[in-house]
């Protein structure tokens, strides 16, 4: 069974970067699209981006000037960074697999972190 | 356009059908899936693809797909079903860029 983990930084300060690591057990890190999202209280979902192994990232076009996603495979974990943060990136953060649509250009999130709540504040 | 638009909220009697709309352009491409969340807890895949459950989603959940709309049903809604519904998609960047749809609470009666 595949399972997600996300590390905990809790409280950020305005202006610094935030720094988030997704550990992988239970399958490969190799032939998915390694994803995080995430959901600021009382909001909809937003996906914020995502790694293929492969070494192809995609970004919200809305966050890419700060965010930066990577992959360790040599412990099975990737990462999120995003920097200059403010109060509006207050959120739960989830790391998630994306797993190609068989047969079409696209993928959906099958395993999910538990997530992790980052608050922005001094 | 890069949005997805869903109805905020929707109820449902216990043990009745509900339909949940997703609309975008992206749609007429791309399947949606969609993903069940619950207060503090992660989002479940419940639909992918043109109507694929995963392993251990109930049969009474059931996805399609007509133009720029995608639809998630509910036959026989269960107390337990009560929860946030999300669709996602790529956008019609071209690009390898997922949107969420803005959510739909249901509620079941």
């Known amino acids: 069974q595949v399972q997600l983990q996300e590390s905990d930084p809790g409280l950020v300060k305005p202006s610094e970067t935030l720094s988030l690591t997704c550990t992988v057990s239970?399958?490969?890190?190799?032939?998915?699209?390694w994803s995080w999202i995430r959901q600021p209280p009382g909001k909809g979902l937003e996906w914020i981006g995502s790694?293929?192994?492969?070494?192809?990232?995609n970004y919200n076009p809305s966050l890419k000037s700060r965010v930066t996603i990577s992959l360790d495979t040599s412990k099975n974990q990737f990462s999120l960074k995003l920097s200059s943060v403010t109060a509006a990136d207050t959120a739960v953060y989830y790391c998630?697999?994306?797993?190609?649509?068989?047969?079409?250009?696209?993928?959906?999130?099958?395993?999910w972190g538990q997530g992790t709540l980052v608050t922005v504040s001094s | 356009s890069s949005e997805l638009t869903q109805d905020p909220a929707v109820s449902v009697a216990l043990g009745q059908t509900v339909r949940i709309t997703c609309q975008g352009d992206s749609l007429r491409t791309y399947y949606a899936s969609w993903y069940q969340v619950k207060p503090g807890q992660a989002p479940v895949l419940v639909i992918y693809g043109k109507n694929n459950r995963p392993s251990g989603i109930p049969d009474r959940f059931s996805g399609s797909s007509s133009g720029n709309t995608a639809s998630l049903t509910i036959t026989g809604a269960q107390a337990e079903d009560e929860a946030d519904y999300y669709c996602n998609s790529r956008d019609s960047s071209g690009n390898y860029n997922y949107v969420f749809g803005t959510g739909t609470k249901v509620t079941v009666l």
């Open positions: 790694f293929y192994y492969s070494g192809r990232t």
């Open positions: 998630a697999r994306g797993t190609p649509l068989t047969g079409y250009p696209s993928y959906y999130f099958d395993y």
């Open positions: 239970g399958g490969s890190i190799s032939s998915y699209y």
